[in-house]
């Protein structure tokens, strides 16, 4: 218990010590500019920041993104248990999927954007941009964990006979388990990323991205900066409550 509340206390003493160094930073950098219109200041945005709580567009805003991630994590979480279940089951089946993985990372999100905007519009390109980024990294991270046993493991099965169901519940998901909270936590993140940054291109009506976009179009600066600042708080509560939630569940595993 005392090693607990000693790491959390070792851990948020690290959290303000990056939050003080950032805002340091942002101080004497906004004072350098000396331009509201290019970096506000402290005091600018967090001004912004409490006129953007109090803003209905904003919370319509941001569920409208919330959900369109909401979609694409489900999505990308069903494609990835399939094709990691079919990966471990058959090799034929990952020599295949391997390259396509490798391939949808390289992809160019702002090119593949504009192309899904023409292809399924405004309203699905962010979704599909999101499946299309985060079901790589769930893929290519959950395999990476798994190669990582022993390969005895592996043959110990195949002479005992086990069946690929057997060998997934009693050697894979074990495996892979301990690591599921932060492969999923950080995909979530990259998530709504990607989303934001499609709302953007794709002029998503009631979404995060098109707030900023509209801010961007009317130099509103601190405005802009207050959004990007409640992108990344909800990014990260996210990616906490993800995290721990999973973690909990899966405590057996450990």
């Known amino acids: 218990m005392k090693g607990a509340v000693k790491r959390i206390s070792v851990d948020a003493a690290y959290i303000?010590?990056?939050?003080?160094?950032?805002l340091a930073v942002w101080a004497i950098s906004a004072a350098a500019v000396d331009s509201e219109f290019v970096l506000p200041s402290i005091g600018a945005t967090f001004a912004a920041f409490d006129d953007v709580l109090r803003y209905g567009a904003f919370w319509s805003g941001l569920s409208g993104t919330l959900s369109r991630c909401l979609i694409g994590f489900v999505v990308s979480f069903a494609l990835f248990v399939v094709a990691f279940m079919l990966s471990v089951a058959s090799p034929h089946f990952a020599r295949m999927i391997d390259p396509v993985v490798s391939a949808l990372r390289s992809l160019p999100a702002v090119a593949v954007t504009l192309i899904l905007v023409l292809a399924v519009g405004g309203?699905?390109?962010?979704?599909?941009?999101?499946?299309?980024?985060?079901?790589?990294?769930?893929?290519?991270?959950?395999?990476?964990r798994v190669a990582t046993m022993p390969k005895e493991l592996s043959e110990l099965c195949l002479l005992w006979g086990a069946s690929n169901r057997q060998k997934l519940n009693a050697l894979w998901f074990p495996c892979l388990a301990s690591g599921l909270p932060e492969i999923l936590s950080t995909a979530f993140s990259y998530n709504i990323k990607a989303v934001v940054g499609a709302e953007i291109l794709a002029q998503t009506s009631g979404s995060l991205g098109m707030l900023m976009k509209i801010a961007q179009s009317n130099l509103q600066t601190a405005m802009l900066v207050a959004y990007v600042v409640a992108a990344v708080v909800v990014s990260v509560i996210a990616e906490a409550v993800i995290r721990?939630?999973?973690?909990?569940?899966?405590?057996?595993f450990d």
């Open 244 to 252: 721990l939630g999973l973690r909990a569940a899966l405590k057996r």
């Open 123 to 144: 309203y699905g390109a962010p979704v599909v941009l999101g499946v299309l980024v985060i079901m790589p990294i769930m893929y290519s991270s959950a395999r990476a």
């Open 16 to 22: 303000v010590a990056v939050v003080g160094i950032t």
